[in-house]
């Protein structure tokens, strides 16, 4: 007897496969022991098709810490299988809008996923606000969901943010795990972060919004891998005169503006130079190369074997071991 299915019954498996995909698949095979980095976003607020802004997802068998929630991250953070229910707290750099604007959503998919404590919202000063602001905001739509699926599979305080302000040095250190915050070069932002984390042998630098500084060689000598913003001047250059001679100059006068605070990719060369970095990797992308042209441009500066990300793009380090592999 030949079955049919009917178009309700499509439906619902379309969207079965569609959200069950996007979760992260049971495996029998021996949780891997490391640092896992996923891009979850890794363009600018000059918007890149196929690109959510700032966004980093660091992982160990025991946690997982988001550094930076630009628009779009969350959806590509689950969309790449990140384990949410793991989720431990957001490390913020700093509080420019495409560093912060998808939290709320981190919050709820991470709650939906069963994660066990309040989610922590970790920063410099300013933190607070930022936490009081966005539960304000979310009161209203925390109550319709606790409301809709019940308390006991939402649980109500589990979908409030809690704030942490820290200041430089070790910020998290539990379960192997330490995480090193370090101020950067951001102007007129003060304080901006960075964060190093290290875990079973492996270490990531993730630089935030920064110029190339002392202390980012300091901090990033010996790391794995290093991820920092970077910015193809002549690219942002070309685009001013661009915007000046069509009469824009609102729009020139920014992409002037954010001339002096981003590192240049002839700027970065002085990490590989100065620090033993096992991996140089480029994000936060200024603009995010959308050709072939645009790469040129980015990696005519560059340092030889440094890595321009891209969304979804995941990073493995192996505990105790010198091993770098990209997928």
């Not at 905001?137 to 939402?154: F, K, M, P, Q, S």
Request: charged share 20%; glycine share 10%.
């Amino acid at each position: 007897m030949t079955k049919t299915i009917s178009r309700t019954g499509i439906i619902g498996l379309i969207l079965y496969s569609a959200i069950v995909g996007a979760q992260p698949a049971p495996s029998s095979t021996t949780i891997f022991d490391g640092l896992k980095i996923t891009l979850c976003g890794t363009s600018s607020p000059l918007p890149a098709p196929g690109r959510a802004q700032a966004c980093v997802a660091v992982e160990t068998p025991d946690h997982l810490y988001i550094v930076d929630a630009g628009s779009g991250s969350a959806a590509t953070a689950q969309l790449s299988g990140t384990p949410l229910e793991k989720m431990r707290g957001i490390l913020l750099t700093h509080y420019h809008s495409d560093h912060i604007s998808d939290i709320g959503d981190f919050n709820l998919n991470s709650w939906v996923a069963s994660r066990p404590a309040p989610l922590q919202i970790i920063g410099p000063e300013g933190v607070d606000r930022i936490v009081e602001g966005l539960n304000i905001t979310y009161e209203l739509d925390r109550g319709y969901r606790v409301a809709h699926h019940g308390a006991e599979l939402l649980n109500p305080e589990l979908g409030i943010l809690q704030s942490r302000t820290i200041g430089e040095g070790v910020i998290v250190d539990e379960d192997g795990l330490r995480i090193t915050a370090f101020k950067v070069s951001h102007p007129p932002i003060e304080p901006a972060f960075g964060y190093r984390l290290d875990y079973g042998g492996r270490s990531v630098v993730i630089s935030g919004d920064s110029l190339v500084t002392d202390k980012i060689v300091e901090i990033s000598d010996g790391a794995d891998v290093v991820l920092h913003d970077a910015m193809a001047l002549q690219l942002v250059q070309g685009a001013e005169a661009m915007s000046r001679g069509a009469g824009n100059t609102r729009l020139a006068t920014v992409l002037h503006d954010i001339q002096d605070y981003h590192a240049t990719t002839a700027d970065l060369a002085r990490l590989t130079a100065e620090a033993a970095i096992g991996q140089l990797a480029l994000y936060h992308l200024v603009p995010a190369p959308r050709n072939a042209m645009a790469i040129a441009a980015f990696n005519g500066g560059l340092p030889d074997g440094a890595l321009i990300t891209e969304d979804g793009m995941m990073i493995s380090l192996p505990a105790n071991s010198k091993e770098i592999t990209v997928d």
